[in-house]
Nanobody
Framework: QPHLVESGGGLVQPGGSLRLSCAASGFTLGNYDIGWFRQAPGKEREGISCITSGSRRTHYVDSVKGRFTISRDNTKNTVWLQMSNLRPEDTAVYYC??????????????????WGQGIQVTVSS
């Protein structure tokens, strides 16, 4: 059974940084694309970044482009989201999710099959 667990969230001041980790088990990470998503209170879940299975392609939505970096190490069964210059509007529950390998970058939540439980990120002074 595929299993994803996020870690690294917490409270950070505006302008600060956090690195989220997504640890995978129960499946071969190298066969899956991974996306990061977030959901703020009262808002729909939105995709913010993704990385294809072999790290050949990455994608960022405009709101995080230049501030967030996605990376992965399939040998460690882990995907990371490095978040810098954080803003209060980045406050949300962050999720990682997996879908079978594709050459197409995709951040639509409905396209993903397996999800972590989510982790809170709060940006506040």
């Amino acid at each position: 059974q595929p299993h994803l667990v996020e870690s690294g969230g917490g409270l950070v001041q505006p302008g600060g940084s956090l690195r989220l980790s997504c640890a995978a088990s129960g499946f071969t990470l190298g066969n899956y694309d991974i996306g990061w998503f977030r959901q703020a209170p009262g808002k729909e879940r939105e995709g913010i970044s993704c990385i294809t299975s072999g790290s050949r392609r990455t994608h960022y939505v405009d709101s995080v482009k230049g501030r967030f970096t996605i990376s992965r190490d399939n040998t460690k069964n882990t995907v990371w989201l490095q978040m810098s210059n954080l803003r209060p509007e980045d406050t949300a529950v962050y999720y990682c999710a997996a879908r079978p390998s594709s050459s197409v970058v995709e951040v639509e939540p409905a396209r993903y099959d397996y999800w972590g439980q989510g982790i809170q990120v709060t940006v506040s002074s």
